[in-house]
């Protein structure tokens, strides 16, 4: 099993920023999809949403009920400092020992025990941990300094978000589960497709690429049943 980490900080800025500038996707830079040789393996994405700020309201602090653009205008002056949501998706690699297994302990409504995946990142990803980290905090704080902004908090995922792998493509039967068209090494007519022939995820959302490989899956099942 395999997904990204994440780093996140939120910014405060001087700059408007307002709910819904971006409504399904952030800004997306990557300008770190691609590490200099002479540096440290540290290869990521960074998006940019808004976040939360002062709903607007109906009365002052006061009591006093605003009407019309007072609303609006009592709006804007508690929100003169923009909050963007800044985070970055950094590659890590699975350890062996990731799992994918049933947890009993917690059922649908059939009764039936739902997946427990527990991702492991390999030795090289921890031992490259602490210097990623530091890298994303330094980007954070160069673009806090370029709007006279300063950095609220920053906090990291707890997990490997848009997950993928579990029946990982490879040519070691011993290693892996099918070959690179989703063939299964041990049932000539079963093909697993998409997502969880993925042996790592890189660094950001892997639809493109789940789809791509779908298609390719689909092609070799075509040009076998002539």
Known sequence: MNGHSFIQSFIEL????????????????????????????????????????????????????????EIVQDWRLRNKRGVARVRAYY???????SELTLDRSVKNKRGDPMPKITHRRDAASEARYATTKQHIGNIFERLARNDHGKILRINEGNYL???????RMGTDPAQSVCDNFGRT???????????????T??????????????????EQIASASV
């Open 14 to 69: 001087d700059d408007e920023i307002y709910p819904n500038m971006n409504p399904q996707y952030g800004l997306i830079s990557r300008q770190y999809f691609r590490c200099s040789p002479r540096e440290a393996y540290v290869r990521h994405d960074l998006r940019i949403w808004e976040a939360g700020r002062e709903a607007p309201r109906l009365k002052d602090a006061s009591g006093r009920i605003l009407l019309g653009d």
């Open 91 to 97: 590659d890590v690699h699975p350890s062996e020992n």
């Open 161 to 167: 978000d848009h997950p993928a792998g579990g029946c």
């Open 185 to 199: 090494h041990d049932h000539e007519n079963l093909f697993v497709v998409g997502a969880p022939t993925l042996p």
């Open 201 to 218: 995820a890189g660094c950001t959302n892997g639809t493109l690429t789940f789809v791509a490989l779908t298609l390719r899956s689909a």
